[in-house]
């Protein structure tokens, strides 16, 4: 949600008239820009970041491989962090337990106190960062241009640390020029976050931010930029999640008209008010006349330069568009004129078209873009809750600008006992599936922020950030409601079917059943100990269940008993089973078959006693997990053992029914 001060908010509920400005400026990566790009480490150093310089398989690279650091799209920030065992790297309690609704540090995206989720690294991994071995420096150089004269153009340079192993004492970043002439900026201590951003004044480097009115300098045409970083020693890593050269100019005199489209993929005709992921677009028309040349183009990879001159229209080049509203009230002053610059979001250009004039159209999407192009990588979860399971889908690709909006009692979260990706569907279409199941929204805020709100915090909230009158208010709030119209849509418990016509034929041969019913069970047996009105679990005896064919246990792994005139739902059978190597049982809860096929890989096979099935290494106790108690409308209550009635079950016969 935007925010905005009181003042500027007052200055929307009493004026008629409003003076606004639009602004747009263009960012763009040059590690994404540029073909060719290396990174090299200091001399004499590449050895001992190798690991291994004799020529064998380098696991060290395999698994942080130092090219990582100029990959487009990576993290905005730390937080994604991968296992390293060493007694100063990853200690007791500096991680919790992954498998819970509300992680830790998730308040905030990039909160400093946060805790890391924690990876193991891997080959096939799909994000990847570079670390230093334990207490090396780092000393590093990105070379942009490695033939010619196509220079990186930069204002703007970023280098990301990650902050969960140690962030260096201090850091040194050193600037080639195109006339080989150098820059540096340092040795200067690292901020806690392990977020370093320099802004080129036009005349020099520093960490201050652009001031506002914003006057963006040209940019410089740079070769390579050099990292220094000083590990704090005591056997610890760094990581280096990225080096870039930014350029970002400023189209504020050339935006014609822009247009944005919030929850562009939501409909007014969604059955259920919950359950959406949506993305927001931005369509912004552009004009910079010029007789000679156009100042639009689009940009060629193949160039043999870039010219600072010209505006490129690039893939994935960040747009951010803002308004300046102008009140006695605002925070930026500019001579004589006072106001408040409101951000309008991130986007991303998707497409565009360049006229003959010098007209551009340009259509862009928020962050939810990169999840929209990215395929979800290989994952196995057990026992997640929908939350982690998001949060192990968006930190697996490098996607940590995430915030998580729940109740403080929450109960609209399941646990999933099995969910996996299969390699066929993007980022976007998993976290989609996952939203719409259990009834989540997610938006991109104006931060960039991908928002998550459960439905029990969306239902809880009563504070109001606007307010809407048809009527002038005593206060001098005018009417703002311009149109107001009701729609019916159709109740959340519609129920659609689908169906297909069963075909038969007349042709010898070809006639079968049009429709079969799958078998169902129906087995009876005794209560070996009593059970009270709240206890969640019961025994049967195993000697009366369904003894003519010799089963121990029912057939179903979830349905209903029927003890007295109480039902009793359950969800999972408990089986025991003896580990390879080991001579003592485990207890276990089986929930379905693939529980049976983990288990029995997992068991001795065979019995302890050859030919007697009740010494197998892999058998069910008899005992069953209660999900309800007095389901379907009963009541729960106590009900003795059938110890006493053994004779009287002994007694049943057996009889053949056939259904037709």
């Known amino acids: 949600m935007i925010t905005a001060s009181n003042s500027l908010k007052t200055v929307f509920y009493n004026n008629t008239n409003i003076r606004i400005d639009s602004g747009c400026t263009i960012e763009y990566n040059m590690n994404t820009m540029l073909d060719l790009i290396s990174v090299s480490y200091a001399s004499g150093l590449e050895a001992q970041y190798q690991r291994d310089p004799s020529g064998r398989i380098n696991l060290f690279k395999k698994l942080f491989p130092v090219d990582s650091i100029i990959k487009p799209f990576r993290p905005s920030g730390s937080g994604i ?74 204002n703007k340079i970023v280098v990301t640390f990650e902050k969960y192993h140690a962030n260096p004492t201090n850091y040194t970043i050193t600037i080639t020029k195109s006339d080989n002439t150098t820059i540096t900026v340092g040795p200067t201590s690292t901020p806690s976050d392990g977020k370093v951003i320099l802004y080129y004044s036009g005349s020099s480097w520093s960490t201050t931010a652009w001031a506002e009115p914003l006057s963006i300098p040209s940019p410089q045409l740079i070769k390579s930029i050099r990292l220094q970083a000083t590990n704090p020693g005591g056997d610890r890593i760094v990581g280096v999640i990225e080096v870039s050269a930014r350029w970002v100019k400023d189209l504020s005199s050339d935006v014609v008209s822009f247009d944005i489209s919030k929850e562009s993929s939501a409909s007014s005709d969604d059955i259920l008010p919950v359950g959406t992921l949506t993305a927001n677009s931005l369509s912004i028309n552009l004009s910079k006349y010029d007789q000679t040349a156009l100042q639009y183009v689009s940009y060629n990879t193949s160039s043999t330069s870039i010219d600072s001159t010209k505006t490129y229209m690039f893939k994935n080049a960040e747009l951010k568009p803002y308004f300046k509203i102008y009140h006695s009230g605002g925070a930026i ?107 989540m929204n997610a938006i991109v805020d104006e931060n ?22 048809y009527a002038a208010d005593s206060g001098g709030i005018l009417p703002n409601i311009i149109d107001f119209s009701q729609k019916e849509i159709p109740s959340a418990n519609q129920v659609k079917i689908l169906w297909q016509t069963p075909i038969s034929t007349q042709y010898t041969g070809g006639s079968s059943a049009l429709w079969q019913s799958q078998p169902t069970f129906l087995s009876a047996g005794g209560l070996k100990t009593a059970i009270n009105s709240t206890d969640t679990e019961l025994e049967l005896d195993l000697s009366t269940i369904d003894q003519y064919s010799k089963q121990q246990s029912i057939y179903n792994f979830s349905g209903y008993f029927l003890i007295d005139s109480e039902i009793i739902e ?40 050859e030919g007697k099935p009740e010494t197998a290494h892999f058998k069910p106790t008899g005992k069953y997990k209660i999900k309800t108690r007095g389901a379907l409308g009963t009541t729960a209550a106590y009900h003795s053992s059938s110890q006493s009635t053994l004779s009287a079950l002994n007694e049943w016969t057996a009889r053949m029914v056939t259904v037709k």
């Open 333 to 439: 002053t500019s001579g004589s004129d006072v106001y408040d610059k409101v951000q309008q979001g991130s986007f991303f250009i998707n497409d565009w078209s360049i006229s003959d004039y010098g007209d551009v159209s340009v259509t862009a999407l928020d962050s939810a873009k990169y999840l929209m192009d990215t395929i979800s990588p290989d994952i196995l979860c057990e026992q997640y809750p929908v939350t982690a399971v998001l949060r192990r889908v968006l930190d697996s690709i490098g996607f940590n600008n995430y915030n998580f909006n729940l109740a403080t009692t929450e109960t609209s979260i399941p646990f999933i006992n099995y969910f996996w990706t299969d390699g066929t569907k993007t980022v976007w279409q998993t976290i989609q599936e996952l939203c719409r199941d259990i009834q």
């Open 570 to 609: 359950f969800e999972a059978i408990q089986y025991q089973y003896v580990p390879i190597n080991s001579s003592s049982f485990v207890l276990v809860w089986i929930y379905s078959p693939a529980d049976i096929n983990k288990y029995k890989a997992l068991s001795k096979p065979g019995y302890e006693s």
């Open 81 to 154: 962090k991968y296992f390293v065992l060493l007694p100063n790297d990853t200690t007791t309690n500096s991680f919790s337990n992954y498998r819970v609704i509300k992680y830790p540090g998730t308040v905030s995206a990039d909160a400093v106190t946060a805790q890391p989720r924690l990876y193991y690294p891997g080959v096939s991994t799909a994000y990847k960062y570079w670390v230093t071995p334990k207490n090396q420096n780092v000393d590093l150089t990105v070379n942009y241009v490695p033939s010619g004269t196509k220079y990186a153009v930069t």
């Open 448 to 469: 960039n922020i991908l928002q998550f709100y459960s439905r029990d915090y969306m239902y809880s909230r009563t504070t109001k950030d606007w307010n809407f009158f």
